[in-house]
């Protein structure tokens, strides 16, 4: 079941330069979609949401896009640095029909200094 | 800064041994979860608990598991007889409000379960 996949395992980018996370998804119900960051030993940490209703959200260096005709979205980070590197899973719920996250395998990414 | 926080950061048991990971949510948040990633593998819904009762569980989330939320802040997962496929990084999160509508699920730094 791969409801919400992430293609890329890993992503190197170099520090000042844009970082582009994708993820794509199946489940034409999701309305709600979210980007979270791990590091290694530590819990999941949102970083930024959207909702089907928007096709962009941006808080300060981090966009996320949304193209539901494709079921595509993808974050954007501009300008990376060294302290982004990190793994970043996207997940996806079905607002008002419960609680559940599903997410991707996440993407590692690693900002080059 | 409120967080979610779990105990023990690592637990040892044996294959058939009953274990209790516990977590305590952040305190005016009204939705706990409990989620898994074995190693390797995505992170993977478990449970969704609100006003003292399961809203939601996956089909991983069988008879050996369970949840409890004993007092007023914390929130324990029980695996009744662990196997050892159980060995995963446990999550808990917990929400203001249902995952969705300008809300979003705050985790705990995990539980790595290793049954031997």
């Known amino acids: 079941d791969q409801q919400v996949k992430q293609n890329s395992p890993s992503l190197s980018v170099q520090e000042g330069r844009i970082s582009i996370l994708n993820c794509d998804y199946t489940?034409?119900?999701?309305?709600?979609f979210l980007w979270y960051k791990k590091y290694p030993a530590e819990g999941p940490t949102f970083l930024i949401s959207?909702?089907?209703?928007?096709d962009k959200n941006e808080d300060g260096r981090f966009t996320v896009f949304l193209n539901k005709s494709a079921k595509h979205l993808s974050l954007h980070i501009v300008p990376s640095q060294p302290g982004d590197s990190a793994v970043y899973f996207c997940?996806?719920?079905?607002?008002?029909?419960?609680?559940?996250?599903?997410f991707g395998g996440g993407t590692r990414l690693m900002v080059k200094p | 800064e409120p967080e979610v926080t779990q105990t023990p950061s690592h637990q040892v048991t044996q294959m058939g041994q009953e274990v209790i990971l516990r977590c305590v949510p952040i305190s005016n948040h009204l939705y706990f979860y409990w989620y898994r990633q074995i190693l390797g593998q995505k992170v993977e819904f478990l449970v969704s608990f609100y006003n003292n009762e399961i809203s939601e569980k996956s089909e991983i989330f069988d008879d050996q598991f369970s949840v409890e939320r004993p007092d007023g802040s914390n929130f324990t997962l029980k695996i009744r007889s662990t196997k050892l496929e159980d060995s995963a990084m446990y999550f808990c999160?917990?929400?203001?409000?249902?995952?969705?509508?300008?809300?979003?699920?705050?985790f705990g730094q995990g539980t790595r379960l290793t049954v031997v």
């Open positions: 997940a996806a719920s079905v607002v008002d029909a419960g609680n559940m996250l599903t």
């Open positions: 999160a917990s929400s203001v409000r249902p995952n969705g509508g300008d809300t979003e699920a705050f």
């Open positions: 489940n034409s119900m999701f309305d709600y």
């Open positions: 959207i909702s089907s209703i928007k």
